[in-house]
């Protein structure tokens, strides 16, 4: 909407007296009669304005819904204070020494637990220095190359290692892991000690005509290669490659262009890496607009231009939007299976959704709607619903990353059922990374014990055998139900998570053994392939 401010303007609309600063609600009201209040009174027609979603939606459930049905509501709001952002505190070397509290924002509330959250924030003000973590006008606004480039530049100078990737060098020595050079427009193998970019997006099913396979692979990796199959490729890839350009990158992977498709081997080795592959990337661009691959990044191309926002009165400004999360959330690539690993798993995270760019990395969060290009922005509101917040718990509780893991992802769809393992693969190799062990069909063999303890919230059934993979009962992988609501309840394991090595002392006494592909028996667990957790380090295994 056009910034105009309004011919009468009201200071008393949070009541006789006032909202106080803290977590305490005020209850600002039911919908008919913000409704009817918001010619005379700003912040009502805010909150008014923020409920076009939930119109629309109300509009297309039945025949005969109108808007002043809609209005006629008795939904209540509930208005709190929140803390917006944190400004970042340095002693005289420059150094981080801890953060305060910067801004606040104004969290609008509804009893009906379908409709999402909303924020009133203070927008930037024209001839003022502080505009930390303000709400930005995207009237004349166009997020570019150089915005990703600063909260990157942000991210490596302030992070230190709690944002690079896990294991740098990992994939030098893989001769099958190749990228794409955006420079000279080839497939090539990842140089030494050089970076490169990941892409994490929806195929659709309409597939493109071209990708890369047996036939065309030698092609491909010559000087110029892709340039003749430019026009081939998915608005998707082509804006990721534009884009990996402009900021100066030059390796991108993409996984219908660096697998070989039409090569099980070539499928194997990749799949059974995720974790390195987008653990290791600089930083992943997370393709979440439309549902599929040719819905581009439509923030590069066409971002948003309607905005709820009004003034306040003495030129205050105010911004109602909502968090990076609900449109990520709202997002069909959020809802696919590989997706969930390819964001989790990397270390930073260019996220495209609704039009909208977000920037999340282990630390915190970055929007185009919030103004955070300054070196002491600090953390951010945004973050607080971000799943890379699980991984901060990786190495002092690994079974509750893996658990809590486990049960987003199996929320998730899969165009192929037989994938269900390898779209976990990358999340389990990181638990077991900090465990010791290894998978055994989706379940760490360190602790087979407890991870045999899921079960199903409503009936299931058997998972079929697809492709010759053999899904077997005592994993969740062999069966399926219609929401994929698989869990570990805390019911069942009462008591033993707080004392895991306990419980499996004095309460385990079974020796597991497993077939291998020959038939041979083999132990689950032989207590020599890894580490135990740091948090359970007097048991060694079975």
Same mark, same amino acid.
């Not at 069909?332 to 990395?361: K, V, Y």
């Not at 994938?419 to 077991?432: K, M, R, S, Y």
């Not at 020796?511 to 020959?518: A, L, V």
């Given at each position: 909407?056009?910034?105009?401010?309004?011919?009468?303007?009201?200071?008393?609309? *949070?009541?006789?007296?006032?909202?106080?600063?803290?977590?305490?609600?005020?209850?600002?009201? $039911?919908?008919?009669?913000?409704?009817?209040?918001?010619?005379?009174?700003?912040?009502?027609?805010? $909150?008014?304005? /923020?409920?076009?979603?939930?119109?629309?939606?109300?509009?297309?459930?039945?025949?005969?819904?109108?808007?002043?049905?809609?209005?006629?509501?008795?939904?209540?709001?509930?208005?709190?204070?929140?803390?917006?952002?944190?400004?970042?505190?340095?002693?005289?070397?420059?150094?981080?020494?801890?953060?305060? !509290? %910067?801004?606040?924002?104004?969290?609008?509330?509804? /009893?009906?637990? &379908?409709?999402?959250?909303?924020?009133?924030?203070?927008?930037?003000?024209?001839?003022?220095?502080?505009?930390?973590?303000?709400?930005?006008?995207?009237?004349?606004?166009?997020?570019?190359?150089?915005?990703?480039?600063?909260?990157?530049?942000?991210?490596?100078?302030?992070?230190?290692?709690?944002?690079?990737?896990?294991?740098?060098?990992?994939?030098? &020595?893989?001769?099958?892991?190749?990228?794409? #050079?955006?420079?000279?427009? %080839?497939?090539?193998? *990842?140089?030494?000690?050089?970076?490169?970019?990941?892409?994490?997006?929806?195929?659709?099913?309409?597939?493109?005509?071209?990708?890369?396979?047996?036939?065309?692979?030698?092609?491909?990796?010559?000087?110029?290669?892709?340039?003749?199959?430019?026009?081939?490729?998915?608005?998707?890839?082509?804006?990721?490659?534009?884009?990996?350009?402009?900021?100066?990158?030059?390796?991108?992977?993409?996984?219908?262009?660096?697998?070989?498709?039409?090569?099980?081997? &070539?499928?194997?080795?990749?799949?059974?890496?995720?974790?390195?592959? @987008?653990?290791?990337?600089?930083?992943?661009?997370?393709?979440?607009?439309?549902?599929?691959?040719?819905?581009?990044?439509?923030?590069?191309?066409?971002?948003?231009? @309607?905005?709820?926002?009004?003034?306040?009165?003495?030129?205050?400004?105010?911004?109602?939007?909502?968090?990076?999360?609900?449109?990520?959330?709202?997002?069909?690539?959020?809802?696919?299976?590989?997706?969930?690993?390819?964001?989790?798993?990397?270390?930073?995270?260019?996220?495209?959704?609704?039009?909208?760019?977000?920037?999340?990395?282990?630390?915190?969060?970055?929007?185009? #709607?919030?103004?955070?290009?300054?070196?002491?922005?600090?953390?951010?509101?945004?973050?607080?619903?971000?799943?890379?917040?699980?991984?901060?718990?990786? @190495?002092?509780?690994?079974?509750?990353?893996?658990?809590?893991?486990?049960?987003?992802?199996?929320?998730?769809?899969?165009?192929?059922? &037989?994938?269900?393992?390898?779209?976990?693969?990358?999340?389990?190799?990181?638990? %077991?990374?900090? *465990?010791?062990?290894?998978? $055994?069909?989706?379940?760490?063999?360190?602790?087979?014990?407890?991870?045999?303890?899921?079960?199903?919230?409503? !009936?299931?059934?058997?998972?079929?055998?697809?492709?010759?993979?053999?899904?077997?009962?005592?994993?969740? %992988?062999?069966? =399926?139900?219609?929401?994929?609501?698989?869990? @570990? =309840?805390?019911?069942?394991?009462?008591?033993?998570?707080?004392?895991?090595?306990?419980?499996?002392?004095?309460?385990?006494?079974?020796?597991?053994?497993?077939?291998?592909?020959?038939?041979?028996?083999?132990?689950?667990?032989?207590?020599?392939?890894?580490?135990?957790?740091?948090?359970?380090?007097?048991?060694?295994?079975?």
């Amino acid at each position: 909407m056009k910034d105009s401010p309004p011919d009468h303007i009201t200071n008393d609309s *949070l009541g006789p007296e006032g909202l106080e600063f803290g977590p305490k609600e005020f209850e600002f009201g $039911v919908l008919r009669d913000i409704y009817s209040r918001q010619e005379t009174c700003t912040l009502c027609r805010l $909150v008014v304005n /923020s409920l076009g979603d939930q119109v629309s939606k109300f509009l297309r459930e039945t025949s005969g819904n109108t808007e002043a049905k809609f209005y006629d509501s008795d939904a209540s709001c509930s208005i709190s204070w929140q803390i917006d952002g944190r400004i970042l505190l340095r002693d005289k070397a420059g150094s981080i020494k801890g953060d305060r !509290a %910067c801004t606040r924002r104004l969290r609008l509330r509804w /009893s009906e637990a &379908s409709w999402p959250d909303s924020f009133v924030v203070l927008m930037e003000k024209k001839g003022t220095t502080q505009s930390l973590f303000l709400a930005r006008s995207l009237e004349n606004f166009k997020p570019d190359a150089a915005l990703v480039q600063r909260w990157l530049r942000f991210c490596d100078e302030s992070h230190g290692n709690k944002c690079k990737p896990f294991t740098p060098d990992t994939l030098i &020595s893989k001769p099958f892991f190749g990228v794409i #050079d955006v420079k000279v427009m %080839c497939l090539t193998k *990842l140089p030494k000690d050089a970076r490169y970019v990941a892409l994490s997006y929806m195929w659709g099913r309409d597939q493109w005509r071209f990708q890369t396979k047996r036939k065309n692979i030698k092609d491909l990796i010559a000087c110029g290669g892709l340039n003749n199959w430019h026009d081939s490729l998915p608005r998707t890839i082509r804006d990721s490659i534009r884009l990996v350009t402009e900021i100066g990158e030059r390796y991108l992977w993409v996984d219908a262009l660096c697998i070989i498709q039409d090569s099980d081997r &070539s499928w194997a080795l990749n799949s059974r890496l995720m974790n390195i592959v @987008y653990g290791n990337a600089y930083f992943t661009i997370c393709a979440a607009d439309g549902t599929h691959a040719n819905a581009g990044l439509r923030a590069l191309q066409d971002p948003p231009r @309607y905005q709820n926002i009004a003034f306040y009165g003495g030129g205050v400004r105010l911004k109602c939007l909502r968090p990076a999360e609900h449109y990520i959330r709202n997002s069909t690539w959020n809802t696919r299976g590989w997706t969930f690993q390819e964001r989790l798993l990397s270390p930073r995270t260019l996220i495209f959704a609704d039009g909208r760019m977000f920037f999340q990395c282990r630390c915190t969060a970055r929007s185009m #709607d919030i103004i955070t290009e300054d070196e002491n922005a600090g953390w951010s509101v945004e973050f607080r619903d971000s799943p890379s917040l699980i991984l901060q718990k990786l @190495y002092s509780q690994p079974l509750l990353v893996y658990k809590e893991a486990l049960q987003l992802y199996m929320k998730r769809k899969l165009t192929f059922a &037989s994938d269900i393992l390898a779209a976990f693969t990358g999340i389990g190799n990181l638990v %077991c990374n900090a *465990l010791g062990g290894s998978l $055994v069909y989706g379940l760490p063999t360190s602790h087979f014990d407890w991870a045999l303890l899921w079960e199903p919230q409503d !009936a299931a059934a058997r998972r079929p055998q697809e492709d010759d993979e053999k899904f077997p009962s005592w994993s969740w %992988c062999g069966w =399926k139900n219609e929401n994929m609501d698989f869990q @570990y =309840k805390d019911r069942m394991l009462a008591g033993v998570e707080d004392n895991l090595h306990d419980w499996l002392v004095n309460h385990t006494w079974i020796t597991w053994y497993i077939r291998d592909g020959n038939g041979n028996l083999r132990l689950v667990w032989n207590g020599k392939s890894g580490q135990a957790a740091k948090a359970e380090l007097p048991w060694k295994g079975y």
